[in-house]
């Protein structure tokens, strides 16, 4: 989710004309989904028009999960933590993976100092965007020099990081 804050600077305020181009473009490319939704985006349309020089107008978006790009990112993981030898819980070895890759929030520890927590990826708490980020920040630790030789400790004579690319082959970001 990313939340946008926007003021209205000192320019002229467009002609007629100038708005008229405008709606033709945004209408004209994107509507609501209903009724209501079609109100509501004129509506915030009417009122980023209608601000003053200096007025602040703050609003928050969200782009929608893609299914099969979900999809992608647990088949990925799951082939991983199938393969691996170290975690017995998915639960554990997830959020193992999502504060190694970064996505993290910071939390007070017991001892004063602070401690990450895995940051959900729940579909109501990471849009599509922040979940591209978080599937290529994860490819990227999986990938990087301290994953593969933790996850398989005991491989001889081979490897690990050549058995880390044998289990993401086809797991890449984009699922279309």
């Not at 009417?46 to 929608?64: D, Q, V």
Request: proline share 4%.
């Amino acid at each position: 989710m990313a939340r946008l804050t926007l003021f209205r600077n000192q320019k002229a305020k467009p002609s007629d004309a100038d708005l008229e181009r405008a709606r033709y473009v945004v209408f004209g490319m994107v509507d609501g989904l209903g009724q209501d939704d079609k109100r509501g985006w004129r509506h915030f349309w009417r009122r980023i028009a209608k601000l003053e020089p200096g007025e602040i107008l703050e609003f928050e978006t969200r782009f929608l999960r893609n299914g099969k790009h979900h999809r992608l990112f647990f088949a990925m993981i799951t082939a991983v933590y199938d393969s691996q030898e170290r975690f017995t819980d998915f639960e554990q070895f997830r959020h193992w993976l999502l504060i190694n890759a970064g996505h993290v929030t910071w939390a007070a520890g017991a001892k004063g100092g602070v401690v990450p927590l895995a940051k959900s990826i729940s579909y109501s708490k990471a849009d599509e965007e922040e979940f591209i980020t978080v599937h290529e920040k994860v490819l990227d630790f999986l990938r990087g020099n301290d994953c593969a030789p933790f996850l398989w400790p005991h491989l001889k004579g081979q490897d690990p990081f050549d058995m880390m690319e044998g289990v993401l082959d086809g797991f890449e970001r984009n699922p279309d």
